[in-house]
């Protein structure tokens, strides 16, 4: 019996050894986890508010920037600004609190009423998103299939009511977990307040998430079906041109133009100079428009691509998280890793520094107003001449 006591407790005291020489190295390593989380976190939050902010700007300065297409951006971009100004700074102070810059962990230091505020406001901004980049999909189709239709409706009112059906059907989604229809608390795993995502019986998780999903997939089959449109109708037979008709030297229908001045260079025909040939539309009624010319079919191709990728950039950082709720909904008592659960909630969180970053790549008409509104700070100057004159 003795022999085996003082084996069991040189065992205790090699296991206590290990834990205390394992401890520092434990320590060390939560806490560089903790530093690149915060300032990786602030790399997203100055990304966003400057990203985020700058484009605001340029679509409110540039008057040839308002359109459709364009004040859904706006709204995106304003409420991403918010979401990085509101909700990223209270994540790194609890991470602060808990001891983020020197042992790892996290703590809600402030009170139960800001929590679901702050979760509130999370919750809204992601079910803002993806109800908006539906309803930007729609449009995109209706630009596209249903251009008379749209040219005539969607100006500023119509967007203006959209942007605010948006809001309201968010604010719907988000607004009942407050009264603890579901719950709204600080996860510790995930260093923030939102929605706890527990077994399917016990809250009401699996509605919102289905619902996102739902959401979200629909936005795709818009534009599945949108892209169908455009595959069917490319090889489209050209329109037949009626030829000039003249009388009394007065053209009229396609080519009148161009006839009109050939012979009144010629020395043929009494009448009023033609007007210039480059670049000369006809000037029509913004309601008897029918079809789309080249370049503004390239133009809302453009914008449609645009948005196509935003919608994409948002289910990819995204989906982890999603993925990692849909687990904990039909899983009872799972597990999620917690390095992979912390990468997902840093990828959702980057989403929103990434719609400036694409805006800006795919769309070519963003750049050029741009380089129009700020050449200094783009460095535009004016050639020099590579040789002096004597």
Request: glycine letters at 8%; charged letters at 15%; a positive charge.
């Amino acid at each position: 019996m003795r022999g085996i006591r003082a084996a069991s407790a040189a065992q205790m005291a090699n296991t206590s050894a290990l834990g205390e020489s394992s401890s520092p190295s434990s320590y060390n390593y939560a806490s560089a986890a903790s530093a690149v989380k915060l300032a990786s976190l602030g790399l997203i939050t100055g990304v966003s508010l400057l990203g985020n902010a700058s484009l605001s700007l340029l679509l409110l300065k540039d008057s040839s920037l308002r359109k459709a297409p364009y004040y859904f951006l706006l709204d995106l971009c304003l409420a991403d600004v918010v979401r990085s100004a509101v909700c990223f700074p209270f994540v790194m102070a609890a991470m602060g609190a808990g001891g983020g810059g020197g042992g790892g962990g996290s703590a809600w230091p402030y009170s139960a009423l800001c929590c679901k505020i702050v979760a509130f406001m999370s919750v809204l901004f992601c079910f803002h998103v993806a109800f908006l980049l539906f309803c930007v999909s729609v449009t995109r189709y209706m630009a596209i299939a249903h251009h008379r239709f749209y040219y005539k409706r969607m100006n500023l009112c119509t967007c203006a009511a959209v942007i605010c059906m948006v809001w309201t059907l968010s604010v719907a989604m988000a607004f009942p977990p407050v009264f603890d229809v579901g719950t709204y608390k600080f996860i510790r795993e995930e260093e923030q307040c939102t929605f706890e995502h527990r077994y399917v019986k016990a809250n009401d998780t699996l509605g919102f998430m289905l619902m996102l999903a739902v959401i979200v997939g629909a936005t795709h089959v818009v534009y599945v079906k949108m892209l169908c449109f455009v595959y069917d109708h490319r090889k489209m037979k050209p329109a037949q041109l009626v030829p000039a008709i003249s009388q009394n030297w007065t053209f009229h229908g396609p080519g009148a133009t161009g006839q009109a001045a050939a012979n009144w260079i010629a020395g043929f025909g009494r009448g009023p100079t033609p007007p210039t040939l480059v670049g000369i539309r006809q000037a029509t009624h913004p309601g008897n428009r029918r079809l789309l010319v080249l370049d503004e079919f390239k133009m809302e191709k453009r914008i449609g691509k645009m948005y196509y990728m935003i919608t994409l950039a948002f289910l990819v950082l995204w989906a982890p998280y999603i993925s990692a709720c849909y687990l904990r909904i039909f899983v009872r008592g799972a597990a999620v890793p917690q390095l992979y659960l912390s990468a997902a909630v840093w990828m959702s969180f980057a989403q929103a520094g990434a719609n400036p970053i694409i805006s800006f790549l795919f769309n070519k008409e963003l750049r050029m107003s741009l380089r129009a509104c700020f050449p200094s700070c783009l460095g535009t100057q004016t050639p020099v001449e590579p040789y002096c004159v004597i």
